[in-house]
């Protein structure tokens, strides 16, 4: 599984293939085999908190001196937007949950 980081950068690189014309290729169904959408839930969770953990370890490593504050202030902004992407996986999956529960039988 591709940290946070990289799955970002994969993410902007796939978006720049697609605007400057370069052919995409969808994956196939042996790299899609054997994951589920809940373990991809369950490890971008675990990675949130890793991301958490780290930040606040940094942190109290900044407040003693024993860190950059450089390293503290990426940490902390890592773990903004690992949380903030969470959160708006969760919204995403209550909407459509929401949605399904609204479609009539």
Same mark, same amino acid.
């Given at each position: 599984?591709?940290?946070?980081?990289?799955?970002?950068?994969?993410?902007?690189?796939?978006?720049?293939?697609?605007?400057?014309?370069?052919?995409?290729?969808?994956?196939?169904?042996?790299?899609?085999?054997?994951?589920?959408?809940?373990?991809?839930?369950?490890?971008?969770?675990?990675?949130?908190?890793?991301? $958490?953990?780290?930040?606040?370890?940094?942190?109290?490593? $900044?407040?003693?001196?024993?860190?950059?504050?450089?390293?503290?202030?990426?940490?902390?902004?890592?773990?903004?937007?690992?949380?903030?992407?969470?959160?708006?996986?969760?919204?995403?999956?209550?909407?459509?949950?929401?949605?399904?529960?609204?479609?009539?039988?």
């Amino acid at each position: 599984m591709p940290t946070t980081t990289q799955a970002y950068s994969n993410a902007i690189q796939a978006y720049n293939d697609v605007a400057s014309g370069k052919p995409t290729k969808a994956p196939t169904q042996d790299a899609l085999k054997g994951e589920e959408f809940a373990d991809l839930v369950k490890s971008a969770i675990n990675e949130a908190v890793k991301i $958490g953990e780290k930040s606040e370890n940094l942190t109290v490593q $900044g407040i003693n001196d024993r860190a950059d504050i450089n390293q503290v202030v990426t940490a902390v902004a890592e773990a903004e937007l690992a949380l903030q992407t969470v959160v708006t996986v969760r919204d995403k999956v209550l909407d459509a949950y929401k949605e399904i529960i609204r479609m009539p039988m």
